[in-house]
């Protein structure tokens, strides 16, 4: 998990400095507050690249997980020894 969040954090953040800011001075004109402007215009217009983030985040996770899988020896059993 902790290897995955700054992956969908990034792409997030990248999503939300992509919506232009006519759209946000549009909101605050009519007359929105700043938590408006973030639930009604920010969110919507980038959901789809927060959407993508968080596949991305997990198939990283799910990518990880199988390489740490198959270093061990591709088993489902915890070996007694190291050798």
Known sequence: TLMCIPTVVKISE?????????????????????????RR???????????TAIILGMARAIGETMAVVM????????AKSLT
Do not use: C, R, W
Request: hydrophobic residues 45%; glycine residues 6%.
């Open 71 to 78: 270093v061990i020896g591709n088993t489902a059993q915890i």
């Open 41 to 51: 215009v920010l969110i919507p217009a980038s959901s789809s690249g927060v959407t």
């Open 14 to 38: 990248d999503s939300f400095m992509a919506v232009p800011n006519e759209l946000k001075d549009a909101s605050y004109a009519l007359g929105s507050t700043h938590f408006q402007m973030i």
